[in-house]
T-cell receptor
Framework: DVKVTQSSRYLVKRTGEKVFLECVQD?????MFWYRQDPGLGLRLIYF???????EKGDIPEGYSVSREKKERFSLILESASTNQTSMYLC?????????FGQGTRLTVV | GNSVTQMEGPVTLSEEAFLTINCTYT??????LFWYVQYPGEGLQLLLK?????DKGSNKGFEATYRKETTSFHLEKGSVQVSDSAVYFC????????????FGAGTRLAVHP
């Protein structure tokens, strides 16, 4: 079975902190994605990566950056967390016609 | 640009009722279409998919048909169970080759005994 693992299920951080969300997949997929999920808005794409060290902005990249140093790992970085980044964050990896999601990280910024 | 619109929830049904969740899309070209399901406290799981017009995706009693003429991909199930209570997301895959998914807002389904 494909597995996408996010390092934390729940996180509470303070405003202004630098926050790292980690995601690891075990299926050698080229493409990896970070989405945030908010009620009534569905999932919105923050960033994606199609290869090691390659990244592209999604629809809402402001306030975020990403890192992909190894094929299996894709990190989302909040440079200076703000309360409007309180959300559920979902990582995914994909092959041609199907994306596989992690369990999600519920981040609260106080 | 590409977008997905799905019916607002919550949808509340009794067990064994018929379910329809409407989904329409706007896209250039011929995207692949998906339904994902999110059970409480979990990530998203692929429920079914269709990759070309007139394809029917099916899984666990759920079905959806890719209708190009109406740009729709409505989700149906003939007899829902309490265990089907979840949030359902309609999505399309863009044509860039990266398989970026564009999601609808999600529809919460609550099934009561």
């Amino acid at each position: 079975d494909v597995k996408v693992t996010q390092s934390s299920r729940y996180l509470v951080k303070r405003t202004g902190e630098k926050v790292f969300l980690e995601c690891v997949q075990d299926m050698d997929h080229e493409n990896m994605f970070w989405y945030r999920q908010d009620p009534g808005l569905g999932l919105r794409l923050i960033y994606f990566s199609y290869d090691v060290k390659m990244k592209e902005k999604g629809d809402i990249p402001e306030g975020y950056s990403v890192s992909r140093e190894k094929k299996e790992r894709f990190s989302l970085i909040l440079e200076s967390a703000s309360t409007n980044q309180t959300s559920m964050y979902l990582c995914a990896s994909s092959r041609v016609t199907e994306a596989f999601f992690g369990q999600g990280t519920r981040l609260t910024v106080v | 640009g590409n977008s997905v619109t799905q019916m607002e929830g919550p949808v509340t049904l009794s067990e064994e009722a018929f379910l329809t969740i409407n989904c329409t899309y706007t896209a250039t070209g011929y995207p692949s279409l998906f339904w994902y399901v999110q059970y409480p406290g979990e990530g998203l799981q692929l429920l079914l998919k269709a990759t070309k017009a007139d394809d029917k995706g099916s899984n666990k009693g759920f079905e959806a048909t890719y209708r190009k003429e109406t740009t729709s991909f409505h989700l149906e199930k003939g007899s829902v169970q309490v265990s089907d209570s979840a949030v359902y997301f309609c999505a399309l895959s863009d044509q860039t080759g990266y398989n970026k998914l564009i999601f609808g807002a999600g529809t919460r389904l609550a099934v009561h005994p």
